[in-house]
């Protein structure tokens, strides 16, 4: 059977597309290794799926062109994707730092996509797996094969998108990574992004009783900042301004290929040295004076861990000033190095991916390849957490089904 478009991947971005061609009046064929529709949208915040932002902006993105992801972002923008949810009537709430969510369930974003490409005639072949795609050997029109468990099919064009690494239990795989190394295009290699950091064993062991602590912090790597919980675990760092700040960390090791600590501000807004000034001539221990801003039982562990009983049981005041130098300095920048991450079965998204130097930003088409499209997390673009990597899908889906 020929079809005008083969969409692969019936996520977000491969909803969004062929709903979007569909309306052109193409002919539409999405397919899907699942046994069901958008589970990531499913499982999303809870159930009620975080499906964008207030804010959006390039500045929301890392890939190795952090520009590409521009175009897509102003042609199909936050609000339009709003103005669909509000046409369908589904309530929605606004959380801290502009996130949106469902009001009730993500199932309702996932009826509204699977109604869309209803109403346009698109055809769904799930659960479906691919075996082989390849070139047409005959004219233009029919550009590419796709052999699944449902027959072969051809297609003038064929959208990828498959996604990333990211939790695995799910269904993701490195199919998309595969196709476009099939097809000479580069990929720049998957990286878990918005992940938990995990410390060294020899740097965790003296940290064990900070375990179970929550921090209202500030996560600090080079240039980047966020503040937001900061939690201690057994194996290491999480919580939302680590999950943010792992993005950049891992960013790093494209650059240099070398590991750098982050560092936690643990008095945001606050300059620790000043502030220990103003308290220095009276008889306050360090753990009671910290209380002030910090858990109390994470102060007392904490200075601990940082001078031993020296900090716990003298006054300041009997603190010498290189000491509370090192107190400040630690206070607003304390550094650790992570050993690595907990993986793609805990990262939210990948990232990496297809090369954007391969791909036209305005159509999401390949450059070397007429009629091959790659959208959403397959492609080399990570958004931050917040809503941030959906609104990419909805836009590079909205963008490639317009040309696709």
């Given at each position: ?143 590419y094969t796709v052999d699944t468990d449902n027959g072969r099919f051809s297609c003038q064009s064929l959208v990828v998108a498959t996604g990333g690494l990211a939790i695995p239990k799910i269904g993701a795989s490195p199919f998309g990574y595969r196709l ?33 602590a929550t921090l209202d912090a500030v996560a600090r790597f080079a240039t980047a900042q966020f503040r937001e919980n900061v939690l201690i675990t057994h194996r290491g760092l999480s919580g939302p301004a680590i999950l943010q700040i792992s993005s950049y ?156």
């Amino acid at each position: 059977m020929h079809f005008d478009i083969i969409v692969i991947g019936a996520g977000a971005a491969g909803m969004m597309c062929a709903a979007q061609a569909g309306a052109r009046g193409r002919r539409v064929l999405l397919i899907d290794h699942a046994d069901t529709l958008g589970e990531r949208i499913r499982i999303s915040g809870g159930g009620r799926c975080n499906f964008t932002n207030r804010t959006v902006s390039a500045d929301n993105y890392l890939s190795q062109n952090p520009h590409f992801c521009r175009s897509a972002l102003a042609r199909f923008t936050q609000f339009d994707f709003i103005a669909m949810m509000e046409k369908r009537r589904i309530a929605y709430h606004e959380r801290e730092h502009g996130q949106l969510f469902c009001d009730e369930s993500a199932q309702q974003i996932i009826d509204m996509l699977r109604d869309a490409g209803d109403d346009v005639g698109v055809q769904w072949a799930f659960p479906c797996a691919v075996h082989n795609i390849a070139p047409h050997p005959g004219e233009a029109v029919k550009r590419y094969t796709v052999d699944t468990d449902n027959g072969r099919f051809s297609c003038q064009s064929l959208v990828v998108a498959t996604g990333g690494l990211a939790i695995p239990k799910i269904g993701a795989s490195p199919f998309g990574y595969r196709l476009a190394e099939q097809f000479g295009i580069p990929v720049i290699p998957p990286k878990p992004a918005l992940v938990p950091l995990a410390l060294a064993p020899e740097v965790l062991e003296p940290m064990k009783p900070l375990a179970g602590a929550t921090l209202d912090a500030v996560a600090r790597f080079a240039t980047a900042q966020f503040r937001e919980n900061v939690l201690i675990t057994h194996r290491g760092l999480s919580g939302p301004a680590i999950l943010q700040i792992s993005s950049y960390w891992q960013m790093q090791e494209y650059r240099s290929g070398k590991k750098q600590p982050v560092e936690i501000d643990l008095l945001p807004g606050l300059d620790a040295a000043a502030w220990l000034e103003e308290h220095r001539q009276g008889r306050v221990h360090l753990p009671n004076l910290l209380a002030e801003h910090l858990p109390r039982r994470f102060a007392h562990e904490w200075c601990a861990l940082l001078g031993g009983e020296k900090l716990v049981s003298r006054p300041i005041g009997e603190l010498g000033r290189r000491d509370l130098e090192l107190i400040a300095s630690r206070l607003n920048a304390w550094p650790l190095m992570p050993a690595g991450t907990l993986g793609f079965a805990k990262a939210e998204v990948t990232l990496g991916g297809v090369s954007t130097d391969a791909l036209s930003s305005k159509t999401m088409e390949a450059k070397a390849m007429a009629g091959l499209y790659f959208i959403g997390e397959v492609v080399d673009v990570t958004g931050w957490l917040g809503g941030y990597n959906f609104q990419w899908a909805w836009s590079s889906g909205w963008v490639a089904g317009q040309f696709a």
